[in-house]
């Protein structure tokens, strides 16, 4: 079985686009597909695969996220972007669309050629300060969930963040990541402050179950946070991720999610080991 798909990528965060208008592959041929083909070293490898089918209500066409591990994401910051861009360039919509996803509508603009926005979900929850037990010792985070049903992002101040190995947060993040408070578990969301006004950020991503170059719902709840402590003056909050830089006008509660879009590959999945 041939699947045409597009590789494509938005600040590091990669992804294998397929058109399931015309494949009509299910949800559990698509959770499949995710696990075998997101494997990297032996399939194409990504972070997560994106599912274009038809829309079910007044949006352009609705978006189905689809983890490394096979499990169903609410939606994707990064994600969007990009299927932005494809969309727009295989003329399924205009410069101007509306994503339809499991957490609700996204808007989404083309500015350029590669740089488009997107419209992230609004903060649905937001709780302040909480103080978690990890390891021994208290750990104070932020608690945003972006849409309904909610993404869970935990904000959490580490300083000297980019001088720091991956490999010595790597324990907390996985620990607070699966926090026996969260139910869906949470995506965390590391992050310091420049003297500029910019910010650093390193992203444990849940279904992924590592750190990823880029998180653009994790950014977006970021960007909140900050705003909403006045911790930050800028606004677009410009941030620095290990995959470039992105950025969020918090407008309110509305985020706007703006960074470049990278399509790689355009070709035909055929791998042997797939089965659906």
Known sequence: MKIPFNKMQGAGNDFIVVNNIELGLSGEQLSQLAKQTCARRVSVGADTLIAIETAKGNGDFYARYYNSDGSEAEMCGNGARCVARFAYETGLAQEEMVIESIAGYVPAQRLDERIYRVQLNSPAVFKEDVVLQVEGRDI?????????????????????????????????????????????????????????????????????????????????????VLNKKGLTPNNPVKVEVLGGQLQVNVEGENLFLIGDTNRIVEGAIIDEDLHL
């Open 140 to 224: 104070t985070v932020d608690y945003v969930e972006l849409g309904n049903p909610g993404i869970p992002h935990l904000v959490v101040h580490y300083p000297d963040l980019a001088m720091t190995q991956l490999e010595t947060i790597l324990d907390l993040g996985r620990e607070l990541r699966n926090y026996p408070a969260f139910e869906k578990g949470a995506n965390v969301n590391f992050y310091d402050l420049l003297r500029d006004g910019h910010v650093v950020e390193r992203t444990y991503e849940r279904g992924v179950e590592d750190f990823t170059l880029a998180c653009g719902t994790g950014t977006g709840s970021t960007a909140y």
